[in-house]
Nanobody
Framework: QVQLVESGGGLVQPGGSLRLSCAASGLTFSMYVMSWYRQAPGKDRELVARISSVGGTTYADLTKGRFTISRDNAKSTAYLQMNSLKPEDTAVYYC?????????WGQGTQVTVSS
């Protein structure tokens, strides 16, 4: 079965960096659009960044050049490099794989930005 496993979350101080990973299995990874979403307590889930099957990227305004999404098709893994983190970046970050009509989610990884 399809699995998306996120890792790399944790507690970081403001201004710090984290690199999230999303390891996929059970699917033809290179065909899927990979995205990172996040959901803060009491808020809706929102798109952070997206990367197409051929490497084209889209970022939400909230990243303001601080985040970089990438993928390694040989490893079936997507990444989100997050720099200059702010307390408002605190959320559960979810990996998403989409190849319509197929759509899969990971279980999420907590990112907490606090001093």
């Amino acid at each position: 079965q399809v699995q998306l496993v996120e890792s790399g979350g944790g507690l970081v101080q403001p201004g710090g960096s984290l690199r999230l990973s999303c390891a996929a299995s059970g699917l033809t990874f290179s065909m899927y659009v990979m995205s990172w979403y996040r959901q803060a307590p009491g808020k809706d889930r929102e798109l952070v960044a997206r990367i197409s099957s051929v490497g084209g990227t889209t970022y939400a305004d909230l990243t303001k050049g601080r985040f970089t999404i990438s993928r390694d098709n040989a490893k079936s893994t997507a990444y989100l490099q997050m720099n200059s983190l702010k307390p408002e970046d605190t959320a559960v970050y979810y990996c998403n794989a989409k190849w319509p009509p197929l759509n899969y989610w990971g279980q999420g990884t907590q990112v907490t930005v606090s001093s």
